[in-house]
């Protein structure tokens, strides 16, 4: 075992600005971004795996309802909502995905159960909720996501003149709001998780990056892992997070290099966002090509963990 480890987090990235948020929403942000770190720390600092720590930090900012996945998870044209998840591992490269997951309250545990109890990678709708009912996976009534905030958010899109799905949207904050984390165990095991209620006012059953193997999601302990955040369409055509796994592994880009040219590739075709990426000794990177991305980060040197919001913090 080394002692080497690493944990990054997201919750979502967009036109984050400091005018637009309010002390006490920031504040709130804040503290729900370190309760999620916290919750992947503790897990790694005492030796646990990489997949349990994504997953603990993932399911506390599900459980919250001020991100875009789980218990905040935006509404579809329908008003229903309908979830994405995926997680990887690094080591086997096994992993697991949901989409379509309209009752369950935890998306990762339920990709994590795929992962580990199906012949299969991705679940997807009405058979996926057999599925997680046979594996005692919780389910909860429809009511149990439906927030106030974002039922108001898809009543402002509906009435809007294009009537477009959008991006998470809250007032002057236009924002992606997928939670993710990436992690590094003391055996050097790789693992990424990512989960999200998609975009407002979505049709046709739209399904994003988060349960695309790929695109949203990987992990490969030769190489680095990933989870992305932002405009769901541009990181399929792009298949950002293997991409820069093989940025690293073709090219042996850094983890910092590799992820500021995903970004790059992203601006290129008008896509935004961010990524949070660790390698398999421990560096972390997150950039972003807009104004702010949720997101914090610790490595086994670091005495706190870091929560940022802003570009340039
Ligand atoms: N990145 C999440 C989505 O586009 O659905």
């Given at each position: 075992?080394?002692?080497?480890?690493?944990?990054?987090?997201?919750?979502?990235?967009?036109?984050?600005?400091?005018?637009?948020?309010?002390?006490?929403?920031?504040?709130?942000?804040?503290?729900?971004?370190?309760?999620?770190?916290?919750?992947?720390?503790?897990?790694?600092?005492?030796?646990?795996?990489?997949?349990?720590?994504?997953?603990?930090?993932?399911?506390?900012?599900?459980?919250?309802?001020?991100?875009?996945?789980?218990?905040?998870?935006?509404?579809?044209?329908?008003?229903?909502?309908?979830m994405d998840s995926s997680i990887m591992c690094g080591k086997t490269l096994a992993c697991g995905c949901g989409t379509l997951l309209r009752h369950i309250k935890n998306p990762i545990i339920?990709?994590?159960?795929?992962?580990?109890?199906?012949?299969?990678?991705?679940?997807?709708?009405?058979?996926?909720?057999?599925?997680?009912?046979?594996?005692?996976?919780?389910?909860?009534?429809?009511?149990?996501?439906?927030?106030?905030?974002?039922?108001?958010?898809?009543?402002?899109?509906?009435?809007?003149?294009?009537?477009?799905?959008?991006?998470?949207?809250?007032?002057?904050?236009?924002?992606?709001?997928?939670?993710?984390?990436?992690?590094?165990?003391?055996?050097?095991?790789?693992?990424?998780?990512?989960?999200?209620?998609?975009?407002?006012?979505?049709?046709?059953?739209?399904?994003?990056?988060?349960?695309?193997?790929?695109?949203?999601?990987?992990?490969?302990?030769?190489?680095?892992?990933?989870?992305?955040?932002?405009?769901?369409?541009?990181?399929?055509?792009?298949?950002?997070?293997?991409?820069?796994?093989?940025?690293?592994?073709?090219?042996?880009?850094?983890?910092?290099?590799?992820?500021?040219?995903?970004?790059?590739?992203?601006?290129?075709?008008?896509?935004?966002?961010?990524?949070?990426?660790?390698?398999?000794?421990?560096?972390?990177?997150?950039?972003?090509?807009?104004?702010?991305?949720?997101?914090?980060?610790?490595?086994?040197?670091?005495?706190?963990?870091?929560?940022?919001?802003?570009?340039?913090?």
């Amino acid at each position: 075992m080394k002692n080497n480890f690493g944990i990054a987090i997201h919750g979502g990235a967009g036109t984050i600005l400091r005018k637009n948020l309010t002390p006490k929403l920031e504040q709130q942000f804040r503290t729900a971004l370190r309760l999620s770190i916290e919750s992947g720390k503790s897990i790694l600092e005492n030796g646990g795996t990489s997949l349990d720590a994504v997953q603990a930090a993932v399911v506390v900012m599900e459980d919250s309802d001020q991100f875009n996945a789980g218990k905040g998870a935006v509404f579809t044209n329908d008003e229903t909502n309908e979830m994405d998840s995926s997680i990887m591992c690094g080591k086997t490269l096994a992993c697991g995905c949901g989409t379509l997951l309209r009752h369950i309250k935890n998306p990762i545990i339920f990709a994590r159960t795929v992962m580990e109890k199906s012949e299969h990678v991705l679940l997807a709708s009405d058979g996926a909720e057999q599925f997680a009912k046979l594996h005692d996976i919780e389910i909860v009534d429809a009511k149990y996501f439906h927030t106030k905030r974002r039922w108001f958010q898809l009543q402002v899109v509906k009435e809007s003149d294009d009537n477009k799905a959008i991006l998470d949207h809250d007032g002057d904050n236009s924002k992606h709001g997928t939670v993710g984390a990436v992690a590094l165990d003391k055996d050097g095991n790789l693992a990424a998780a990512t989960s999200s209620g998609g975009m407002t006012n979505k049709k046709y059953n739209r399904i994003g990056d988060t349960p695309m193997i790929g695109a949203g999601t990987y992990a490969d302990n030769a190489t680095c892992a990933v989870s992305t955040t932002g405009h769901g369409e541009y990181f399929m055509r792009l298949v950002t997070a293997k991409d820069i796994c093989d940025m690293i592994s073709y090219k042996q880009f850094s983890i910092d290099l590799a992820t500021k040219e995903a970004i790059k590739k992203l601006t290129a075709i008008d896509g935004s966002g961010g990524v949070i990426a660790i390698d398999n000794n421990g560096n972390i990177a997150m950039p972003m090509n807009c104004a702010g991305m949720y997101r914090a980060s610790f490595s086994a040197d670091d005495k706190e963990p870091s929560v940022k919001i802003f570009v340039e913090e």
